[in-house]
Structures are given as C-alpha cells and as structure tokens.
C-alpha cells in the first residue's frame, strides 16, 4: 500500500514511485467520468498548465473515464495539446459510465495500470458515481487520489455550486424566454423539460430567472388536480399563457396519478425522460387548454461553458493538483463561501444535495395562488 487511506495524509508516506508527494516532477493521472458536461476542458487545461509550468509535473489523460485505467488506454497531456480547449465543451479525452466495480478484476487492472505508468496520484473529475469510485479506489490504497465536482445537477454535497451547472441554466432560461412569446401568442401552456434526476436545482433557478407560472420537481411532489386548476384559473383570470418548467425526476403525490414503469440501462440507471410528455396530456384531459411540450435534454450538457464556469473549473483545476502537491488525499476540491476549499470524499458522496427549502419558498411566491373555491 503506497500511502494511508484511512488518514488521506501523504506527508509521511510515500508515493508508488517511492517519492513523497510534495516532491516536485511527479506523475499525475486525470480522468473524466460519468455524463459530459461544459467545463470538462477547462478544468484538465488548469492542471496541466499549472502541473508543468509550476511544478514540472507529466499528465497522462486516461481515456473515457475509468475505462481507461481498466484497458490502459492513455495520451500524454501537455500544455500545448491544451490550447484552444478553454471554451470547447464535452471532454478531449473522452468519458464512459463504465467503473472499476463492475468486473471481477477491475480494481486489480485499474491497480496493475497505475504500475505501468508510475503514477503517483489521480485527479478524478466527475459526479457522485464518478466519485464514489474514486473514494473506493481511495480507501483500496490503491493511489492518492483528489476529486473535482462536476455535474450540471449541482447535487454533489459540500460544495455550493459544481460546474457546468450555471451554463446549463443559462441554456434553459434562454429556450424558456423564447417560448414565453410562442405561448403568448398562441395562449398555450408551455411544459418545459429539464435535467434533473434526483434534485431539482436547474428546475428552480431556471423556473425563478425565466418567469415560469409553476416548478415541479423530485423534491415536492405535486398533485396534478392541484397543477390543472391553477393554469386553468390562471388562464380564466386573461392571462393567457403559462409556462410550467418540470425536472425529469418530478414525481406526483402517491395515489394522484401512476407513471408508466420506467426502463433500467446496463448501469442500473433508470431511463428518464418523458415525464413532460405524460404532463402535458394529463393537463389537457383537465382543463381542455392546448398544451405544448418542449424537452431541452443533451442540449443543456453540451457546448461551451459560460464565463463562471470557465473561472469555477481554472480554480478547481489549479486547486486539485495544488492538493496533489500538498499531499493531502482522498479529498475533494469544493466552493465554500466563494473560497476554493477541500473536504473528505466520503463526505462528499455519502448523500446527494437537493434544493433548500429557501430556495424552494422563493420559487413559490411566484406560483399562482390556489384558487378559491
């Protein structure tokens, strides 16, 4: 074992390479995992540029996600290969759902791989199942191993903010502008789709920011009766246009309405999506009103970071392999008070981060009220 995983401190130990990890001239490996998302780039740019520059350091990128480690696949990653890649979106080296965990001999090839290539830490970019790998793989004792949070959700505990997730509300909250106008003009009710499997952060700040009529997300469940009377009192009331913006993951009250049984992909996800759809109809039946349905889906993960994400990700980048150097592992770099902090990976991943009550009593103050009976 190269270092203590139960202490995450690397002062007193050594690397795999037999040198402490605050030595200069190490050997880092980094990897993306889990879906893409804006930002992915920026973040591999901001350690390579300061892993070489400062601490003359060699990157080797791991190709798709912990795939790589599993087949030994890999480039070397240098400043100039980085260039150009500050505002591209998806990831230059590629991403995969594919863990060490799901083969009997995974940890022993991701292990034997980290021989091969001298390593000495890993950087390790992704969201919680991205990072509740790289915990495991931190307690194996396998390497030093530091996380960065990444997923538009903005779910991953002890960090206010993950990247990627202000550009993908920014995406939202311009189709959601530009369905306000189409609604009015057609006094239609506009579902609007959005990511959100579990928590419905990008549901609510898209829902406040774009002026939507009502929010539904995993966290509330809502009585679809409930939905139906308030557009149809708002929509008796002369305004004749609504927009309802609604996470994936949204569920009703039990006993109000059954969704269909959802789909389970080779990772054990369930298939979601649809969700707009099934509302959509269901609003109809009740109130007669002619209602559309926009789902926003791959749109909201793909293409360039907008400017806070470009900074969170050179910050993150800088401040993980800064950790690597510190020698402090099986930690996670964080947003804390708009200081870069570190926290426990375990602390991390133990549970995912939904939306405030706070958060949630704002967003309702712009919903329509309840109509009287």
């Not at 202490?7 to 990897?31: E, F, P, Y």
């Not at 706070?358 to 919903?367: D, I």
Request: net charge negative; proline share 4%; with cysteine.
């Amino acid at each position: 074992m190269s270092y203590d995983p139960s202490t995450g401190k690397s002062n007193t130990a050594k690397s795999n390479t037999g040198r402490s990890l605050g030595d200069k001239s190490l050997r880092v490996g980094i990897l993306t995992g889990g879906g893409d998302c804006p930002g992915l780039n920026a973040v591999i740019r901001a350690v390579v540029r300061k892993a070489e520059r400062e601490y003359g350091d060699s990157v080797i990128g791991f190709k798709d996600g912990w795939k790589g480690l599993l087949e030994n696949e890999s480039r070397l990653l240098d400043i100039e290969s980085l260039r150009g890649t500050l505002p591209r979106g998806g990831t230059i080296i590629g991403t995969s759902r594919v863990q060490p965990y799901m083969f009997e001999d995974g940890v022993a090839r991701v292990s034997d791989t980290v021989r091969r290539h001298s390593l000495d830490a890993l950087i390790v970019i992704g969201g919680e199942g991205t990072l509740s790998v790289a915990y495991e793989i931190h307690k194996e004792g396998i390497l030093p191993v530091i996380g960065v949070p990444k997923t538009i959700d903005n779910d991953i505990a002890c960090t206010e903010m993950t990247f990627g997730f202000q550009t993908a509300v920014q995406i939202a909250v311009d189709a959601i502008d530009r369905l306000h106008t189409t609604a009015e003009s057609h006094h239609r009710v506009m579902i609007v789709e959005v990511m959100g499997r579990h928590v419905g952060h990008i549901a609510t700040w898209t829902g406040i920011a774009g002026g939507a009529t009502m929010i539904l997300v995993p966290e509330q469940p809502f009585d679809i009766n409930e939905v139906a009377s308030i557009l149809q009192h708002r929509h008796e009331t002369n305004r004749y246009a609504s927009v309802v913006v609604v996470a994936e993951g949204a569920q009703p009250i039990p006993g109000t309405f059954e969704l269909p049984d959802k789909e389970v992909d080779e990772y054990g996800h369930v298939k979601l999506g649809g969700i707009g759809s099934i509302i959509a109809s269901e609003l109809e039946k009740r109130t007669g009103m002619d209602t559309r349905v926009t789902v926003l889906g791959h749109i909201q993960r793909g293409g360039t970071p907008n400017a806070f994400d470009r900074v969170l990700c050179s910050r993150f980048g800088v401040a993980a392999i800064d950790a690597v150097h510190e020698g402090v592992m099986g930690e996670m770099v964080a947003l804390q008070s708009g200081n870069i902090t570190k926290v426990p990976l375990g602390d991390a991943v133990a549970g995912l981060k939904g939306i405030t009550d706070e958060l949630w009593q704002t967003a309702k103050v712009f919903f329509p009220p309840l109509p009287s009976d």
